[in-house]
Nanobody, 117 residues
């Protein structure tokens, strides 16, 4: 069974930074992309950033210029560097993995990011 393990969430003040990490383990097939989604209470889950194993990236307009996604194919890991955090970034952030351009096949349990003064 595929496992996605996330880390790096927490409480940070507005303008601060956090770095999220996600590593995949187990026997994994048809994984060509990894990324991050987030969901705030009462809101739909939305794509934050994704990266293919070829290095192409996709970022939500709301985080462009502030967040950077990167990956390590050897480690089957993906990272999200979040800078200039805003209160509206507060959400549970989920790591996902799967095929390019579709909803992830595999999901992590989520990590809470809270941006508050």
């Amino acid at each position: 069974q595929v496992q996605l393990v996330e880390s790096g969430g927490g409480l940070v003040q507005p303008g601060g930074s956090l770095r999220l990490s996600c590593s995949a383990s187990g026997t994994i097939f048809s994984i060509y992309s990894m990324g991050w989604y987030r969901q705030a209470p009462g809101k739909q889950r939305e794509l934050v950033a994704a990266i293919t194993f070829g290095g192409n990236t996709n970022l939500a307009d709301s985080v462009k210029g502030r967040f950077t996604i990167s990956g390590d194919n050897t480690k089957k890991s993906v990272y999200l560097q979040m800078n200039s955090l805003k209160p509206e970034d507060t959400a549970v952030y989920y790591c996902g993995a799967g095929r390019v351009g579709v909803l992830p096949r595999y999901w992590g349990q989520g990590t809470q990011v809270t941006v508050s003064s």
